[in-house]
C-alpha cells in the first residue's frame, strides 16, 4: 500500500511538472505572439501586407510554409540581415532586396520570426531566444 | 400630441436639409489663391477668385518617353512622390494606392501620377520594373523621372509635398506621403495620407465627388 501511495505521488508530480512546463511555453508562445506582431506591424507590414500576402512581384507573401520549414534555421539571419538573392516563393521567383533591420534585438527577432511563422496559415510553433541568439551568431 | 407632431415635422425638415446639403458637396480648394477682377460678356466687372494651379510640366515616364501636362489635362488625377528603393512609407502607400487605381481603372477621367524623388538611380527602366512588379500595365498610373530641380520645386510649391535629400535617413531621402487629388482645371482638391487605409478610403469616396461637380 504504502509503495502504491509513494508511487502515484511520483507519478503526479512528473505529469505536474510536464503540465507547467507546457504551460510555460504556452505563455511564452503568446508573448512572443503579441510582440511580435507589434514589431511586424512597425517593420514588415508595409512590405508583406497585413495578412502576409505580400506586395505584387515586389516583397514576396510569408504564407509559404513550406519555404519558411525549411529555411527553418536561417529565416532569423534573413530577418536580421535582409536578403538579395533569388527566391522561389509559391512556385513564384522574387528578385528584389529585403533590407537589414539592425535595430532588431536578439530578443526581437525571435518573437517577430514566431509570429510570422504561427501565422498566415503557418504553424511550425515556439523557438525560444537562446536558439535565436545562437542562429544569429552563425549567419552567414 | 401637437408637440409630438411639431418635433417630427422639425426631423424631417432637417433630414431633408441635411440631405439636400450632401448632394451639393464640393471638395474644398487648396493653396494659395486671389482675387481677380474680369468682364464679362456684357462688359459689366465681376470679382472673382482665382485658385493656385499645377503649372506645365515635362518629363520621361515609365517607357522613357517625355510624358507632359497634356496626359492629365482634361482629367482628374492622383499625384504623389515616391523613389523604388524607398523601404519605409512607400510600399504601404501604393499598396493603398493600387485599390484606388484598381477601383477607378476603367473610368478615362482619372489618372494616377507618380514622381520619383530618387534622380540618382530611378531611370525610366527602374521605373517600368518596379510598375510591373507593382502589377501596373499601361498608360493610367504615370511613373515619371525628371531632374532634382524640376521634381523638387513641383513637389514643394506645387503640390504642398515636402520632399528632400537626407543622408541619415534609412533610404537616403525623405518625403512625405500624401496622395494629392488635382481637378480637370488643374487646382489641388484634396491631400491625404496614403498610409492610412481611412483616409484612402475617403480619396475613394472624394473622386467621385469631383467628377460629379463636372458633370453639371
Same mark, same amino acid.
Given at each position: 500500500?504504502?509503495?502504491?501511495?509513494?508511487?502515484?505521488?511520483?507519478?503526479?508530480?512528473?505529469?505536474?511538472?510536464?503540465?507547467?512546463?507546457?504551460?510555460?511555453?504556452?505563455?511564452?508562445?503568446?508573448?512572443?505572439?503579441?510582440?511580435?506582431?507589434?514589431?511586424?506591424?512597425?517593420?514588415?507590414?508595409?512590405?508583406?501586407?497585413? $495578412?502576409?500576402? =505580400?506586395?505584387? &512581384?515586389?516583397?514576396? %507573401?510569408?504564407?509559404?510554409?513550406?519555404?519558411?520549414?525549411? #529555411?527553418?534555421?536561417?529565416?532569423?539571419?534573413?530577418?536580421?540581415?535582409?536578403?538579395?538573392?533569388?527566391?522561389?516563393?509559391?512556385?513564384?521567383?522574387?528578385?528584389?532586396?529585403?533590407?537589414?533591420?539592425?535595430?532588431?534585438?536578439?530578443?526581437?527577432?525571435?518573437?517577430?520570426?514566431?509570429?510570422?511563422? $504561427?501565422?498566415? =496559415?503557418?504553424? &511550425?510553433?515556439?523557438? %525560444?531566444?537562446?536558439?535565436?541568439?545562437?542562429?544569429?551568431? #552563425?549567419?552567414? | 400630441?401637437?408637440?409630438?407632431?411639431?418635433?417630427?415635422?422639425?426631423?424631417?425638415?432637417?433630414?431633408?436639409?441635411?440631405?439636400?446639403?450632401?448632394?451639393?458637396?464640393?471638395?474644398?480648394?487648396?493653396?494659395?489663391?486671389?482675387?481677380?477682377?474680369?468682364?464679362?460678356?456684357?462688359?459689366?466687372?465681376?470679382?472673382?477668385?482665382?485658385?493656385?494651379?499645377?503649372?506645365?510640366?515635362?518629363?520621361?515616364?515609365?517607357?522613357?518617353?517625355?510624358?507632359?501636362?497634356?496626359?492629365?489635362?482634361?482629367?482628374?488625377?492622383?499625384?504623389?512622390?515616391?523613389?523604388?528603393?524607398?523601404?519605409?512609407?512607400?510600399?504601404?502607400?501604393?499598396?493603398?494606392?493600387?485599390?484606388?487605381?484598381?477601383?477607378?481603372?476603367?473610368?478615362?477621367?482619372?489618372?494616377?501620377?507618380?514622381?520619383?524623388?530618387?534622380?540618382?538611380?530611378?531611370?525610366?527602366?527602374?521605373?517600368?520594373?518596379?510598375?510591373?512588379?507593382?502589377?501596373?500595365?499601361?498608360?493610367?498610373?504615370?511613373?515619371?523621372?525628371?531632374?532634382?530641380?524640376?521634381?523638387?520645386?513641383?513637389?514643394?510649391?506645387?503640390?504642398?509635398?515636402?520632399?528632400?535629400?537626407?543622408?541619415?535617413?534609412?533610404?537616403?531621402?525623405?518625403?512625405?506621403?500624401?496622395?494629392?487629388?488635382?481637378?480637370?482645371?488643374?487646382?489641388?482638391?484634396?491631400?491625404?495620407?496614403?498610409?492610412?487605409?481611412?483616409?484612402?478610403?475617403?480619396?475613394?469616396?472624394?473622386?467621385?465627388?469631383?467628377?460629379?461637380?463636372?458633370?453639371?
Amino acid at each position: 500500500m504504502r509503495k502504491y501511495i509513494i508511487h502515484s505521488i511520483f507519478l503526479f508530480s512528473v505529469i505536474a511538472i510536464i503540465v507547467s512546463c507546457q504551460n510555460q511555453e504556452t505563455i511564452d508562445l503568446q508573448n512572443y505572439m503579441s510582440n511580435g506582431k507589434d514589431i511586424y506591424k512597425a517593420k514588415c507590414q508595409n512590405c508583406h501586407g497585413e $495578412n502576409g500576402e =505580400g506586395l505584387g &512581384q515586389l516583397a514576396p %507573401p510569408l504564407t509559404d510554409s513550406v519555404f519558411l520549414i525549411a #529555411n527553418k534555421n536561417r529565416l532569423a539571419c534573413i530577418i536580421k540581415n535582409g536578403v538579395n538573392e533569388t527566391l522561389v516563393i509559391h512556385g513564384k521567383e522574387y528578385r528584389e532586396k529585403m533590407p537589414a533591420f539592425p535595430e532588431l534585438a536578439d530578443i526581437d527577432v525571435a518573437q517577430v520570426m514566431v509570429y510570422v511563422t $504561427n501565422s498566415f =496559415g503557418n504553424k &511550425q510553433g515556439f523557438v %525560444p531566444y537562446n536558439q535565436v541568439s545562437t542562429q544569429l551568431q #552563425n549567419c552567414k | 400630441m401637437n408637440k409630438i407632431i411639431s418635433s417630427i415635422a422639425i426631423c424631417m425638415l432637417s433630414i431633408t436639409i441635411l440631405s439636400s446639403c450632401q448632394q451639393d458637396k464640393k471638395l474644398p480648394f487648396y493653396g494659395e489663391r486671389h482675387a481677380e477682377t474680369k468682364r464679362d460678356t456684357a462688359g459689366i466687372e465681376k470679382i472673382d477668385t482665382v485658385y493656385q494651379t499645377i503649372p506645365n510640366w515635362s518629363f520621361l515616364n515609365q517607357d522613357s518617353v517625355v510624358t507632359t501636362n497634356k496626359s492629365t489635362d482634361g482629367k482628374v488625377y492622383v499625384a504623389d512622390f515616391f523613389f523604388t528603393s524607398c523601404t519605409t512609407i512607400c510600399p504601404t502607400m501604393h499598396r493603398n494606392l493600387m485599390t484606388v487605381y484598381n477601383e477607378f481603372k476603367t473610368n478615362p477621367d482619372v489618372m494616377f501620377v507618380s514622381h520619383t524623388i530618387d534622380f540618382k538611380y530611378d531611370r525610366p527602366y527602374v521605373l517600368k520594373k518596379y510598375a510591373q512588379k507593382l502589377g501596373v500595365d499601361g498608360p493610367k498610373w504615370q511613373f515619371l523621372y525628371g531632374s532634382k530641380d524640376s521634381v523638387y520645386t513641383l513637389a514643394e510649391k506645387n503640390y504642398l509635398v515636402a520632399v528632400g535629400e537626407d543622408s541619415t535617413a534609412k533610404d537616403g531621402y525623405i518625403h512625405q506621403g500624401y496622395l494629392v487629388l488635382i481637378d480637370k482645371d488643374r487646382r489641388i482638391r484634396g491631400a491625404y495620407d496614403g498610409t492610412k487605409e481611412d483616409q484612402v478610403e475617403q480619396l475613394k469616396k472624394d473622386i467621385p465627388v469631383l467628377l460629379a461637380e463636372y458633370k453639371k
